[in-house]
């Protein structure tokens, strides 16, 4: 049976993929089983090196694998470029960065091994980034990896897996297509020792529970609903623009995007009216189009849900500035929408399109109240000066940024709180959860 790949922008037909039968994913962690003894035997420098060197051949294909990502996503063309270069660069840092993390410690007689084989299961929005940071730290570990890419972005994912596979040994990094249930596969095979996943907390919890039997390890990104605060003492511009661009960035399909601004009464209208300001700047076109900033919501489920929850916020009070609409049963409007209410849908569930979503509340502590009332916590963000630490200190969430986006710089973990994750990944410390940590003395 085959699999379909379709540009969201028109529904053109972007080419076709065999969906892997349960056979097909058992003869691909066989392989990866019988491959994984002489892929650990290799010393973790030589693993590095190839893995390096595997993402370094990707580069002659660079202009193929941005046209791909921008077709099947959707993605404008500026960040798709910008997701491939970063994949390729972050594939040969990550290498050199988990090497150093996972070679043994002998001053404290650490060593850390692989665990066997990876399942390695990536989610749409990110097709190359979501992927390339979980399966380079298992591969530099010494797992070796069975990799479902979502059935939304497949094409893409082949491709560079192909190229990749021109350099690693046969079997390291092994590749299967399809939907949930061919991730099921995997998650249910004896043979599969990790699992490294991101994708919905629905989801999760399945793996989770399926994981049980023979007590996987895993790591799993899943999902935010991140919240942002802006203070009195805010700084009305910088937030106003932070606020459109993280709440419209890749059309709202971004696990990081925000999601519900609670701003303080006292300057409330100067900054929702700099928030329409700036957001009626944006348009919506195809990935290619230079005259827009939006490009398509990748199928007709996501765009469906948008819709259901800005009509339910309406429904129950909520007030529309901009937008709020479908265009071409394709895109979803710019859309600004303030008196949002906890009983809303907006506020208690990811929307992940491009929705800015406001409410006006009367003291940091009703903000920071507000904020930490979800099952998640992945990012947050804290707009302000004199009090705007100490509110970030009561955030639940993983990654919260002052003053800026969630995230920090460097060799930070990328790492949820609460139901929006389980494990990490980055980090020295993140890397360290690909393998076993050992003692031997």
């Known amino acids: ?209 399926t994981s049980a039997g023979n007590l996987k390890r895993l790591i799993m990104e899943l999902g935010g609903n991140d919240p942002m605060i802006v203070l009195d003492d805010a700084n009305i511009e910088a937030a106003a623009r932070f606020a459109v661009g993280s709440s419209f960035e890749n059309s709202g399909q971004m696990c990081t995007s925000t999601e519900r601004i609670y701003v303080h009464s006292r300057i409330a209208d100067k900054f929702i009216q700099r928030v329409k300001e700036i957001a009626k700047t944006y348009k919506v076109g195809p990935w290619n189009s230079t005259d827009s900033q939006l490009g398509p919501i990748v199928n007709q489920k996501q765009l469906s849900k948008i819709k259901s929850q800005v009509e339910d916020a309406l429904s129950k009070g909520a007030t529309l500035l901009l937008g709020g609409d479908t265009v071409d049963n394709r895109y979803f409007q710019p859309t600004v929408i303030t008196d949002i209410k906890e009983d809303m849908q907006i506020e208690q569930s990811e929307t992940f399109g491009p929705v800015v979503a406001i409410s006006t509340v009367d003291s940091k502590e009703e903000a920071i109240a507000r904020a930490n009332n979800s099952a998640y916590g992945l990012g947050a963000a804290v707009f302000g000066e004199k009090d705007a630490r100490e509110v970030a200190s009561k955030i639940e969430a993983g990654m919260i940024g002052i003053n800026k986006g969630p995230g920090g710089s460097g060799d930070s973990p990328w790492v949820g709180a609460k139901q929006s994750g389980y494990g990490y990944h980055g980090s020295k410390d993140g890397h360290r959860l690909f393998a076993q940590v050992t003692v031997v003395e």
């Open 1 to 209: 049976m085959l699999m379909q790949s379709f540009d969201p922008s028109d529904g053109k037909l972007l080419g076709e993929l065999a969906i892997s039968s349960r056979e097909l994913v058992e003869e691909s962690i066989t392989l990866a089983k019988a491959t994984y003894t002489s892929w650990r035997a290799k010393p973790i420098e030589e693993r590095a090196k190839i893995v390096s060197d595997a993402f370094k051949s990707l580069v002659p294909h660079q202009e193929k694998l941005v046209q791909l990502l921008c077709q099947e996503m959707g993605k404008k063309f500026d960040r798709g470029l910008s997701e491939v270069r970063g994949s390729i660069y972050s594939g040969a840092h990550y290498a050199t960065e988990a090497k150093n993390a996972l070679s043994s410690d002998k001053s404290q007689n650490i060593e850390y091994r692989p665990l066997g084989v990876c399942a390695v299961i990536s989610p749409w929005n990110y097709p190359m980034a979501m992927a390339v940071n979980l399966f380079v730290p298992a591969l530099i570990a010494g797992n070796t990896v069975v990799f479902k890419p979502s059935e939304e972005t497949p094409l893409v994912a082949d491709l560079m897996v192909n190229i990749l596979n021109k350099t690693l040994p046969e079997g390291v990094l092994n590749i299967v297509h399809g939907d949930g249930r061919v991730g099921s596969y995997l998650v249910e095979s004896e043979d599969i020792n990790l699992v490294a996943f991101t994708g919905s907390l629905a989801v999760g919890k399945k793996i989770m529970k």
